[in-house]
């Protein structure tokens, strides 16, 4: 159920060796203009000089040779301009691991050429893709096939990265396309739960889970409709807890709230999806898998601050009982919903879990899911689309996606959107007749049900998939999401940017 396979090794090194010191691969990434004399610290300095004086480079193109030690060490050379993004480096990255695919090398080099912080980027730009490249996603083909077989990486130098941090986030990634990429079979609510215990007990998390009995007894009804079509009565809500450890920690009121849409399968419902809109609906619990990885990544680094997060956990299913249009159902903190379009569940389960998340009133709620394809239709798979009712914050989700690699996009939060779902027999309708600007539209309706005094922000992962991958994740299952939260909240200190204001 979850990942077994060891990670690379990780270490620095002042200079790489000869013979069988070398890796069987290096990468180096160097900057716009490449001036010759930084290839002095590399191995067979003449080589790489050679390499790089065969034409003029240019941005994002690669060149490749083998050098001459006993190893036959794959040299591979990408260029980066100076003024390249973070995503853009991220994608050099991957595309320098790809060139490696054909020798599977036990162990890869990685160095940097220049100095400063471009040259940190870079370099952690390099890691990532390598951390990812080198993690296999779940197969179930009863013949072996041949799996990364990366075991060891050499950073040359280091170039003040941050390694500890930087290996967290590539587990927590990995960990959100893992969960992600599993079939609905095999990760059922039951299972799911089982998986989030067990990484609860590994990570030392307090983890509480609410079944629909609970749910019930809180008024849950948003979220109890979806998961009434449902075989099984396993749905339910995972709230998990971190707290540092230190004299004085808070115990109470988080720091933070993250909310995950974990919809396990989406059959649409009474409103039944297509064939072609169906195939993939096992990936629509990303959402949850980012949260969770996100929590346990903070974890990891003892990041002083309290979090949560809180996991909606169920499928989309028909049936005899499932939840129908035109029905009134009534949510978590008292506020009641016309029912438009049972595919539109994903905004009632999350309905209740913001409502949940918001009575132990944490500073900020962050929820991830994969909400609308009205987000895809308008940013494509490419970049994600973020909303805040803290219109102090938008600078910074838009830094924290260009810094992480994870681009995302501020998308208005209006209240004269509400005009669109006003409903003549409930307090609120679940959606519009039609799609126009739905993700829009899905906010404001999420938005009736985050308490306002806590600072909110959602995100619609319309980046979640992509075929043929996206910056350094080669496979149609990203991850996206934990490089970006990871940096929202510890690189741009959003939390710190609320105390402020």
Request: aromatic share 6%; proline share 5%; glycine share 8%.
């Amino acid at each position: 159920m979850l990942p077994t396979a060891r990670a690379p090794a990780i270490a620095t090194t002042r200079s790489f060796g000869d013979g069988a010191a070398m890796p069987q691969a290096l990468l180096v990434m160097a900057p716009l203009p490449a001036r010759p004399r930084l290839f002095a610290s590399l191995p067979e300095a003449a080589r790489w000089r050679a390499l790089h004086a065969r034409s003029a480079p240019r941005a994002a193109t690669l060149r490749s040779t083998v050098l001459g030690d006993r190893a036959q060490t794959l040299a591979v050379l990408g260029y980066a301009a100076a003024d390249a993004s973070p995503f853009e480096r991220l994608t050099l990255a991957a595309r320098m691991l790809k060139e490696t695919a054909a020798r599977n090398p036990a162990s890869i080099g990685l160095a940097v050429l220049g100095g400063g912080a471009s040259a940190r980027v870079s370099l952690e730009a390099l890691l990532a893709a390598s951390l990812a490249h080198a993690f296999a996603l779940p197969s179930f083909r009863s013949a072996a096939r041949d799996e990364p077989a990366l075991r060891r990486l050499l950073l040359l130098d280091g170039a003040g990265l941050d390694l500890r941090r930087a290996a967290a986030v590539a587990r927590g990634t990995n960990l959100a396309r893992w969960l992600t990429a599993l079939p609905p079979n095999i990760l059922d609510a039951r299972s799911y739960r089982q998986a989030i215990a067990r990484l609860a007990r590994t990570h030392g998390l307090r983890l509480r889970w609410l079944d629909e009995r609970a749910l019930r007894r809180l008024g849950a009804g948003a979220f109890l409709a979806v998961a009434s079509g449902n075989a099984e009565r396993g749905a339910g809500i995972a709230h998990l807890s971190y707290r540092p450890r230190r004299r004085g920690a808070r115990r109470g009121r988080p720091d933070i709230a993250l909310v995950g849409k974990g919809i396990l399968f989406d059959t649409g419902g009474v409103n039944l999806k297509t064939h072609r809109s169906m195939l993939d609906m096992h990936t629509d619990m990303s959402g949850s898998a980012v949260a969770l990885a996100t929590l346990i990544a903070l974890s990891e680094l003892r990041a002083p601050l309290a979090a949560d997060a809180w996991l909606a956990i169920t499928e989309n299913r028909i049936g005899p009982q499932a939840y129908r249009p035109q029905e009134i159902v009534t949510a978590a903190n008292g506020v009641t919903i016309q029912v438009i379009h049972t595919d539109a569940e994903g905004r009632m389960v999350l309905a209740d879990t913001l409502a949940l998340a918001g009575r132990a009133r944490p500073r900020l709620i962050v929820d991830f899911a994969t909400l609308t394809g009205a987000c895809v239709y308008s940013l494509t798979e490419r970049m994600s689309g973020v909303f805040s009712n803290r219109p102090q914050l938008a600078a910074r989700l838009s830094e924290a996606g260009r810094a992480s690699g994870e681009r995302v996009w501020n998308f208005p939060n209006e209240p004269d959107y509400d005009a669109d779902i006003e409903s003549k027999v409930a307090d609120i309708q679940q959606c519009a007749l039609d799609g126009k600007g739905d993700h829009i539209l899905a906010t404001r309706f999420l938005s009736r049900f985050v308490p306002e005094d806590c600072a909110w922000v959602h995100v619609d992962l319309s980046s979640a998939t992509r075929s043929g991958g996206l910056a350094h994740v080669g496979t149609d299952v990203t991850g996206f999401g934990v490089r970006f939260a990871l940096e929202l909240i510890l690189g741009q200190n959003v939390l710190g940017a609320l105390r402020g204001a």
